[in-house]
């Protein structure tokens, strides 16, 4: 009976090698979905059930190659979601449940590589959060919170590149901030509060390299002066006042390469000028 129910399902393109099929119902279920191309190289279906609730689900575009699927129900909650594109190499999925909450979040693209998934939760809370792009490359996620408070948070680009985050909270209160867009490399977080102040200042560009933040504090104060670029290279800021005073400062460029503040005074005075360029270099 494995290929029976297929008669009422039209425009079917099954491009298949070396397709093994231990089980007579594993397509019994896709018969009410149309235009679905399954391009598969050396699948092997240990479970019988893993595609059955793809049945109502349109337009899906299934490319896999070495796919090997030990769970019978990590693609059910899919059924809901139209146009998403599945592009997986060398996908192996522990978890059942690890992309059953997207399943109310349109138009999404999951573009991953060698993502190993350990827990079950890191992308749930994304459920409610429309048009967010995941690039990540060897992402592995410690924490099963550390994306969950950026579900109200629309048109956010997280481009991470080997960002291991040791905290849960370091991006939580970004949550209210439109238009962040968050640019890092090998970004690692001490601290869990050293974004936080900033929740409230719209259009913030964060240019960041190899930013080691030993301080909590250091940018709370910037918090209610809009339109502020901060870009810094190898910034050590061993003092958490010495940006306090600029608050009241419009319009202000920070261009620092390698700008050791040893007193959190010398830019105090700057307080009440606007519109002023601070270039400095090897300061």
């Known amino acids: 009976m494995h290929k029976q129910q297929l008669v009422r399902m039209p425009q079917v393109h099954l491009m298949e090698e070396e397709y093994h099929l231990p089980h007579l119902m594993h397509k019994q279920q896709l018969v009410r979905m149309p ?20 049945a109502r689900m349109s337009q899906v575009y299934l490319v896999k190659k070495e796919d090997h699927l030990q769970n019978l129900m990590h693609k059910q909650q899919l059924v809901r979601m139209p146009q998403v594109h599945l592009m997986e190499e ?12 997207l399943v ?33 490359k060897e992402d592995h996620l410690k924490n099963l919170m550390h994306k969950q408070q950026l579900v109200r948070m629309p048109q956010v680009h997280l481009v991470e ?11 939580q209160q970004l949550a209210r901030m439109p238009r962040v867009y968050l640019v890092e490399k090998e970004d690692h977080l001490k601290n869990l ?4 102040q ?28 809009p339109q502020m670029h ?4 190898e910034d050590h800021l061993p003092n958490l006042m010495h940006k306090q005073q600029l608050l009241r400062m419009s319009s202000v460029h920070l261009v620092e390469e390698e700008d050791h503040l040893p007193n959190l005074m010398h830019k105090q005075q700057l307080a009440q000028v606007l519109q002023v360029s601070l270039l400095e270099e090897m300061r």
Not at 193 to 196: A, C, G, I, L, V
């Open 193 to 196: 509060m050293h974004k936080q």
């Open 198 to 225: 900033l929740v409230r200042m719209p259009q913030v560009h964060l240019v960041e390299e190899e930013d080691h933040l030993p301080y909590p504090m250091h940018k709370q104060q910037l918090a209610r002066m």
């Open 230 to 233: 901060l870009v810094e290279e």
């Open 90 to 101: 060398e996908y192996h999925l522990p978890h059942l449940m690890h992309k059953q909450q």
């Open 104 to 136: 109310q979040m349109p138009q999404v693209h999951l573009v991953e590589e060698e993502d190993h998934l350990p827990h079950l939760m890191h992308k749930q809370q994304l459920a409610r959060m429309p048009r967010v792009y995941l690039v990540e």
């Open 35 to 54: 235009q679905v191309h399954l391009m598969e190289e050396e699948y092997h279906l240990p479970n019988l059930m893993h595609k059955q609730q793809l």
């Open 161 to 171: 590149e080997e960002d291991h985050l040791p905290h849960l909270m370091h991006k």
